[in-house]
């Protein structure tokens, strides 16, 4: 966001025929993140694909007040005016959901201690991770950082962005290491964050209402027209997951209550 307006820089799956999208980049502030990634569910293709996009804000040579991190399947759940107004009063403020590996959320150590093959794509691929994590010592994380992680959607100040660009750009090891992590968007933002100036100015909070099934699970489940009321009690900006074709309707209520 930019003095009340909106831009979106929207990355497009290389794997996806770019013509699909030539009505979405035929619209006014949005913006087309032309250094394409092959995303891979899980594996750093996705940290890579979010770099990317931080890339293009950098070198559009505007300065934002905040920067949100939004996937395809996620939509507004409040209105235009009311987003922004909540930037506005949160300048400088950093919105990341985390919580520390040790204390909090000590099964996330095996994302890092094992290897992950997780962006290959091979015969056998599973049996000799599992080798591979038998014959080998816990991997250890490669720079003097606590870790932290949950989710991967935040809502950064531009200068926070930057850092956590310029932090990982400079740390060719990190890179390689993350490479061989499971779900690596989940916790490298955070940890970045958690162990840099701007500590102090986070709130663990992303506002991003995620339908995690009662049971559990690594999959939201998509929203749909029965649980608009929930929806519409949260107090978060934007919501996962939506589909159209699982249930257009949903997206007629939000529509028509929020605009």
């Known amino acids: 966001m930019n003095n009340g307006v909106f831009d979106f820089y929207v990355h497009v799956d290389k794997k996806i025929d770019i013509a699909?999208?030539?009505?979405?980049?035929?619209?006014?502030?949005v913006y087309m993140v032309k250094d394409r990634i092959d995303i891979h569910w899980g594996g750093y293709t996705l940290v890579e694909a979010i770099l990317s996009g931080m890339r293009a804000i950098v070198a559009s040579g505007k300065k934002y007040d905040a920067v949100k991190f939004i996937s395809g399947q996620d939509y507004p759940i409040k209105p235009t005016n009311y987003i922004v107004d909540f930037i506005s009063k949160n300048v400088g403020k950093e919105f990341v959901l985390f919580e520390n590996f040790d204390k909090d959320w000590n099964e996330a150590n095996a994302r890092i201690e094992k290897y992950h093959f997780t962006d290959y794509s091979f015969r056998g691929k599973h049996q000799?991770?599992?080798?591979?994590?038998?014959?080998?010592?816990?991997?250890?994380?490669?720079?003097?950082?606590?870790?932290?992680?949950?989710?991967?959607?935040?809502?950064?100040?531009?200068?926070?962005m930057v850092y956590v660009l310029n932090y990982i750009d400079s740390k060719p090891r990190l890179q390689k290491f993350l490479k061989m992590t499971w779900g690596a968007d989940e916790f490298i933002f955070q940890t970045i964050i958690m162990g840099s100036p701007y500590k102090n100015n986070v709130v663990n909070n992303n506002y991003h209402y995620v339908n995690w099934p009662p049971e559990g699970g690594?999959?939201?489940?998509?929203?749909?027209?029965?649980?608009?009321?929930?929806?519409?009690?949260?107090?978060?900006l934007f919501g996962r997951k939506f589909d159209i074709n699982t249930d257009e309707q949903i997206f007629d209520l939000l529509d028509n209550a929020n605009n």
């Open 20 to 29: 699909t999208h030539n009505e979405i980049f035929a619209l006014p502030n």
């Open 128 to 160: 000799l991770e599992a080798i591979v994590n038998f014959l080998t010592p816990k991997r250890k994380f490669p720079v003097d950082l606590e870790l932290y992680g949950k989710e991967t959607f935040w809502l950064l100040s531009y200068d926070c």
């Open 218 to 236: 690594s999959r939201p489940n998509f929203f749909i027209a029965s649980d608009f009321e929930r929806i519409m009690a949260s107090d978060c």
